[in-house]
């Protein structure tokens, strides 16, 4: 297939995205779908096993604007999720007892106005509360700069971003300067506890490929992130998590730009993996997008394949035993899940 080329703003336009997704074929001109593979090994239609995390993406709002966000987030978002909705999703959670997680997203979470008092209050339902921090937002403003002792706490569990352990490849990738104050904020969360043995308080690191192609090994990377950090800046953490970067919003634009669109979805499709499909994310979690209305995961979220039963679910209109029976949305973007060692938002899955 020939190249598809960017034309226009039209990234952030979720139909045009899945024509593009979807207009992929191999080099025979023949179009391989992500049923075609689940088919042969029982996983289709693709079911949920459990409804164990809640995922909940507060707004769309960032300090920073990564190359390789799937959100598109941003300064310029207004995006943001309102505290009836909040109170919404505090109901479904009370209700439900197989949701033992609750992982809030962005964006940066943080800059939701209602965002402590969400922690706060998902915190006395005893449930575990995940925060996606990108690490900057702590030294964006004075009102952050408390935010390592509010996470410590609430024993809030820190998933955050770090593409690498030097300047120049993160800094390329997140912005001028971010590697810098990713490091502050990393010794700062360190200072109140965060990655130190015994503590109890867990902070995760994640990284994403700055290019097309798929991430190394996650324990051989996370290895070489321990001793760096170590080494260098008396950094400790818990484990690194390796995502894929799927073919979606700013990443998507990228691969076109760049005329690696067709070369990274065969590299996805040959990477095919049966053991990660049997473990992808969606299987477990139910996206919630910053308007109130559920996803089978974040990325269908961005592509704004909602699910439906009747019309589109609504926190509003939650129904947990649908839910559990539904078939799984899936497309051709599916294949960044189950490649190689596979993706979710908790790394590899295989």
């Given at each position: ?30 179009f391989v779908?992500f ?5 042969p ?6 079911k949920p ?9 507060v707004?769309k709002?960032?300090?920073q604007?990564?190359k390789?966000?799937?959100?598109d987030?941003?300064?310029?978002r207004k ?6 909705t ?17 992982d ?7 800059m ?6 969400f922690v706060?209050?998902?915190t ?7 925060v ?9 403003n ?8 509010f ?10 971003s770090?593409p ?14 971010v590697?810098e104050?990713?490091i ?6 360190n200072?109140?506890?965060y ?7 867990t902070?995760n ?8 192609f798929l ?7 996370q290895?070489?992130f321990k001793?760096q950090l ?17 073919p979606?919003?700013r990443?998507l634009e990228?691969l076109?730009?760049?005329?690696n ?6 590299n996805?499709?040959?990477?095919f ?6 473990n992808?994310?969606c ?5 919630v997008?910053?308007?109130?209305y ?10 704004d ?8 679910m609504?926190v ?9 029976k539904?078939?799984i949305?899936i497309?051709?973007h599916?294949f960044?899940?189950t ?6 938002c ?5």
């Open positions: 297939m020939k190249s598809l080329k960017a034309s226009g703003n039209k990234f952030s336009d979720e139909h045009y995205q899945l024509e593009v997704i979807e207009s992929h074929r191999n080099e025979d001109g023949e779908s049923q075609s593979k689940l088919e090994i029982g996983l289709f239609p693709l096993t459990e409804i164990e995390i809640f995922q909940i993406n707004g709002m960032c300090n604007t990564c390789h966000c799937h959100v987030a941003g300064p310029d995006e943001i999720m309102t505290k009836e909040m109170k919404q999703c505090l109901q479904i959670i009370y209700e439900n007892d197989s949701i033992h997680t609750v809030l997203t962005g964006g940066a979470p943080e939701n106005p209602e965002f402590r008092w706060e209050e998902i006395k339902l005893g449930k575990n509360v995940i996606r921090c990108n690490l900057t937002i702590i030294l964006a004075k009102k952050y700069y408390d935010l390592p002792e996470f410590k706490a609430h024993n809030i569990e820190v998933v955050s770090l690498y352990f030097n300047a120049a490849r993160t800094d390329s990738q997140r912005g001028n300067g590697f104050k990713s502050k904020a990393l010794q700062m969360l200072d109140v506890g990655g130190k043995e015994g503590s109890g308080l902070l690191l994640v990284y994403n490929p700055a290019g097309a991430p190394s090994d996650q324990m051989t990377l290895s070489e001793k170590s080494d260098k800046y008396n950094i400790v953490f818990n484990e690194l998590f390796t995502i894929t970067n799927l979606v919003s990443f990228y076109i730009r760049t005329e669109y067709d070369e990274y979805m065969e996805l499709i040959a990477a993996n049966p053991s990660a499909a049997e992808v994310m299987r477990n979690t139910i996206s997008g910053w308007d109130g559920l996803y089978d995961c974040d990325f269908n979220q961005m592509l394949l909602k699910i439906e039963n009747g019309k589109a609504h509003s209109n939650y129904n947990a035993d649908f839910l559990k539904r078939n949305i497309n051709e599916c960044g899940c490649a190689g060692a596979g993706s979710s908790g790394g590899a899955t295989a």
